[in-house]
């Protein structure tokens, strides 16, 4: 008889140490004879009694169904922290915060029975599938999980009871422990003030080991997999280590992480018609080993993947291809060798179950994530990209960034900064010019191109016929070119004072079949090794303090911010019609990103061509464009890249954009909130957006633009739920006294607006 007893805090709050002894549960790694079985009830039955009179809470997983602003964890979520909860008699523990709620069976074996939606009331699953697979010296092994389910549309209690172990890997004990830090957040500038990191949440990691009658030369491997629950948001983060504790080398050449056997988003009898894509169910999954896309899902498409489920032999299409079964693995690799005592982590799985089919719910709950689990994209400093990097230019960029409340000058592509110049004569020169930003109260940075560029045969990736870089051409980050560009973008940021790196083309995933470079051994673990040499760099960054451009999704491991989205050479049309593509680019880019998570751009000076029908330059004579492009970004909180040589040529320019900035500043709590998208500009009436903050004291505020040649007078309805605001608002126009307004029963108001032609105007609402 083997019994392992692992200890379990029932709550974060009073949280002190991992391990307790009351609320004991227990994991059966063999069948026990009847005096063991005696011994462990009556063992059971005095923890029981000792946590009874210990008075230890045990939080219950229970729906919270409210649709009042008051209990909606997107207007506060204060009310929903995470707790696990167990029930002796059924063998379970309960992750919940009230949002959501996963349920593992411990015996025979650890698995998912229940995940659910608390909001909806539904469930997220139809049935029981292995936590995680893992291919181990080319042989493929299931880790924890149950057989036996006779139909997998559904999981009934009875089947539960009548499920069985067949894993190669079962559970041998599993414990409660703080949130994990990949790394730490230096905060250094601006973000939001509510932001806390790491987030708060339980983390309850399951350790397995395999059968040594199953798998005696792998016997002595361990793999844990992790779960996190965070109080105040409906997200739970799931990945699996791997540590060899055998006395030979092993390689770890492919895993799952997570399988999740879900609820179907419909039923479709017969999908023949080509091309036909069956919608995958209402679940967000994305990774933090995602690359090569502004968008998430096209960034994780190579990791996530909802596929038929073979098991699922009842469903209702007849071709049994309906996506619901959930596999996160990567295509390619890692092929990772460990030899004793070395271990793998995987990558991390973010799981939120949507509680709405609405697009601007979803998107909220989206953008909530975001600001709880990467609150550095909080970080929002208004940027100016310098054109040029001589002296006497940056000197006068950082002078009128100052004068002007600019926080941030970038010496842009182009500009003759050369960071991979690691001459001592050079990074002294450039710690001048930080030196001098900093006595100035502004940052600086610059720009490096990584991917999209060849060095040498030697360097570049190295791919089978028929495949090409993603961006054409790309170094390999496992080459000894790649060891000293690394070596001087650290020694740079060490040395310089420089705090923002623009980093262009970032790793975008491309393999390299390369045997010579030193960083990896061939084509299967290339892409596993190079990734994770831009992830140290990224979170290195992070740690000390440098601000990251990065166009590529590289959030979660922490970059601050992407493209919102826009094609550059609109940037050579004429001036109206890039204010037009403007709003369009924002209102399109913040569905599911915060304002701050993505940077637009303002290009001074010609981009692209387009001559003087595109150019803002002479700033003085085009105030009334200039005017426009900066209130169309700063008003939606989204700071964009400003190209050129000078932000002002004349006292009248300076005082325009200084006096943007300065409302921008003013309002910046509410601007920086969320966006709800009311009505996309199209040229041919009013377009609007609403910024929300239900936690600031300007709950709300609505920017409208008017496109047209002539004055616009029109009610509109304005929906002000997501403010946070109940019974009663007081509205505050641009010009004009504030004025109190009763909210209708759908938390909307009819506003009369006026806007001059070719203006905007806006309302604050408190």
């Known amino acids: 008889m083997v019994v392992e007893m692992t200890g379990l805090v029932q709550t974060r709050r009073g949280y002190t140490k991992p391990i307790v002894l009351a609320g004991e549960r227990f994991v059966y790694r063999r069948k026990l004879d009847q005096v063991g079985c005696l011994l462990v009830t009556l063992l059971v039955l005095m923890l029981c009694i000792q946590s009874s009179l210990s008075g230890q809470e045990i939080i219950p997983a229970q729906p919270v169904r409210s649709a009042s602003p008051g209990t909606d964890w997107l207007l506060s979520g204060e009310a929903f922290e995470a707790g696990v909860s167990t029930r002796a008699d059924k063998d379970e523990i309960t992750l919940s915060n009230g949002l959501i709620s996963r349920t593992f069976r411990i015996t025979p074996n650890a698995a998912t029975i229940s995940f659910e939606q608390l909001v909806t009331g539904e469930s997220l699953i139809r049935g029981v599938k292995p936590e995680a697979l893992v291919m181990i010296d080319s042989v493929s092994y299931e880790i924890g999980g149950l057989k036996g389910q006779p139909n997998y549309a559904f999981l009934r209690d009875g089947d539960i009871e009548r499920l069985y172990d067949s894993s190669a890997f079962v559970c041998t004990g599993y414990e409660l422990m703080e949130v994990y830090k990949p790394f730490d957040w230096k905060k250094v500038r601006h973000h939001d003030s509510s932001a806390v990191w790491p987030p708060k949440g339980i983390h309850l990691r399951f350790d397995y080991h395999g059968s040594q009658h199953v798998m005696p030369e792998h016997s002595d491997i361990r793999i844990s997999i992790h779960y996190e629950l965070y109080d ?155 054109r040029f990097a001589d002296w006497e230019q940056v000197k006068n960029a950082i002078d009128q960034c100052a004068e002007v409340g600019f926080e941030m000058v970038i010496l842009t592509f182009g500009s003759g900064f050369n960071i991979e110049d690691d001459s001592e004569e050079y990074l002294a020169k450039m710690k001048s010019y930080a030196e001098y930003a900093h006595e100035k109260g502004v940052e600086i940075g610059g720009y490096s191109l990584l991917a999209s560029r060849t060095i040498d045969q030697q360097t570049d990736v190295i791919l089978p016929d028929g ?284 506003l009369k607006v006026k806007v001059a032609a070719g203006t905007s105007t806006w309302y604050v609402f408190k």
């Open 232 to 386: 105040g948001i409906p997200v739970m983060t799931k990945w699996m280590t791997v540590e060899n504790g055998s006395t030979s080398q092993v390689v770890i050449n492919d895993f799952t992480s997570e399988i999740l056997a879900a609820v179907e988003y419909g039923s479709v009898v017969d999908a023949r018609k080509e091309g036909y894509v069956v919608p995958p169910p209402n679940i967000h999954i994305e990774t933090d080993y995602s690359f090569a896309s502004f968008d998430v899902d096209h960034a994780n498409h190579h990791v996530v993947h909802w596929l038929p489920d073979p098991d699922y032999s009842s469903q209702v299409n007849y071709l049994l291809k309906t996506p619901c079964l959930l596999h996160v693995s990567p295509e390619l690799g890692p092929e990772k060798s460990l030899v004793p005592g070395e271990s793998l982590q995987t990558f991390r799985t973010y799981i939120l179950p949507f509680d709405s089919y609405d697009r601007e719910r979803n998107g909220l709950a989206m953008r909530r994530m975001y600001r709880t689990l990467m609150p550095w994209t909080s970080e929002n400093p208004l940027m100016m990209h310098a």
């Open 467 to 750: 495949m090409s870089p993603t961006f054409g051409n790309s170094p390999c980050l496992g080459s000894e070119w790649s060891e000293l560009y690394f070596d001087k973008l650290y020694h740079f940021y060490e040395t310089s004072g420089f705090t923002l790196l623009e980093h262009d083309g970032s790793y975008p995933g491309d393999p390299c079949m390369s045997h010579d470079h030193p960083g990896h051994r061939g084509f299967l673990d290339s892409r596993w090794e190079q990734f994770r040499v831009i992830r140290d760099y990224y979170r290195w960054c992070r740690e000390q303090g440098v601000y990251l451009n990065v166009p590529d999704y590289y959030y979660a491991n922490g970059s601050n911010k992407c493209s919102m989205g826009y094609r550059e050479v609109n940037w050579s049309l004429p001036r109206d019609q890039q204010v037009l593509h403007t709003r369009q680019n924002i209102f399109d880019g913040t569905w599911t990103r915060t304002p701050s998570m993505g940077w637009m751009f303002v290009p001074l000076t010609e981009y692209h061509g387009g001559g003087a029908a595109a150019t803002i330059e002479p700033l003085n004579e085009h105030l009334d464009h200039y005017r426009k492009m900066m209130i169309s970004n700063l008003g939606a909180g989204v700071q964009a890249c400003y190209r050129g040589p000078r932000l002002f040529d004349t006292e009248e320019t300076m005082q325009m954009v200084k006096e943007s900035v300065d409302w921008f500043k003013q309002h910046r709590e509410v601007l920086e909130g969320d966006i709800i998208h009311l009505r996309r500009a199209d040229g041919r009436d009013l377009d609007y957006w609403l910024n929300v903050n239900p936690g600031g004291e300007e709950k709300g505020m609505l920017l409208v633009f008017n496109p047209l040649g002539t004055e616009v007078e029109k009610e509109i309805s304005v929906p002000l739920y997501y403010t946070g605001l109940q019974e009663s608002v007081v509205v505050c126009p641009e010009s004009g006294d504030c004025i109190a307004r009763n909210l209708n029963r759908d938390y909307t108001i009819k």
